[in-house]
């Protein structure tokens, strides 16, 4: 099992820029979340989906869109990038929303110039 | 709002002492604590899952407990090792935001040999 993946790793882009970030897990989850970590913030929930075809809003939804077209690929949007969008993003996913362990991608480095 | 608070930040050991970081939680209606490991430039690594049903939790050096009406949990390392050297992170999953974990900022290990 590769567990999750991430897509790319890394990438700079120039602001107002557009580019997706792909998320990809092959233990059959029901749930899928994006993250964002900056430097004295913490991890922060971007948005999550609850199955195929369904999508929330977390925490710091702004800037960004999702999609679930598939149950195992959970898409993060950017369509005009800024460089407040600078940051690591992670992608999870768990078998249930709270009962289970969250299960974490490796990562991808955004920097917004 | 959960707030979730890490002591120390950062802490510095000599290899083979017992070691304990610090988590507490400002609402303790929570579903489960996880707490996970952060190597450098790596994603997260899940070390430990307490349910809000459970006290304790048990893996090999590692041993975490969870006092809900205190709003605490300890991460407990045993023999401390180099390899132990990462970013410790806990996070909480509230009910009534199912779906979300609240992390903390961490606490940076370092062992030395």
């Known amino acids: 099992n590769a567990g999750v993946t991430q897509t790319p790793k890394f990438r700079v882009l120039k602001t107002g820029q557009s580019m997706t970030l792909l998320c990809a897990q092959d233990?059959?989850?029901?749930?899928m979340y994006w993250y964002r970590q900056d430097p004295g913030m913490g991890l922060r929930l971007i948005h999550y989906?609850?199955?195929?075809?369904?999508?929330a809003k977390g925490e710091v939804p702004d800037g960004y869109n999702v999609s679930r077209l598939k149950k195992q690929n959970f898409l993060l949007g950017l369509e005009s990038a800024a460089p407040s969008q600078t940051s690591v993003y992670f992608c999870a996913s768990s078998y249930s929303l709270s009962g289970n362990e969250q299960f974490f991608g490796p990562g991808t480095r955004l920097t917004v110039l | 709002k959960q707030e979730v608070t890490q002591i120390p930040a950062a802490l510095s050991v000599p290899e083979g002492e017992n070691l304990v970081l610090n988590c507490s939680f400002t609402d303790s209606a929570i579903y489960n604590l996880q707490w996970f490991r952060q190597d450098p430039g790596k994603g997260l690594t899940s070390l430990l899952l307490i349910q809000s049903s459970q006290r304790e939790q048990t893996s090999g050096r590692l041993n975490a407990s969870l006092d809900k009406s205190s709003g605490r949990s300890t991460l407990y390392i045993a023999a401390s090792q180099p390899g132990d050297s990462a970013t410790y992170l806990c996070a909480v999953a509230r009910g009534s935001t199912l779906g979300r974990l609240y992390f903390g900022r961490g606490t940076q290990l370092t062992v030395w040999p």
């Open positions: 989906s609850v199955g195929e075809g369904t999508t």
């Open positions: 233990m059959n989850h029901e749930y």
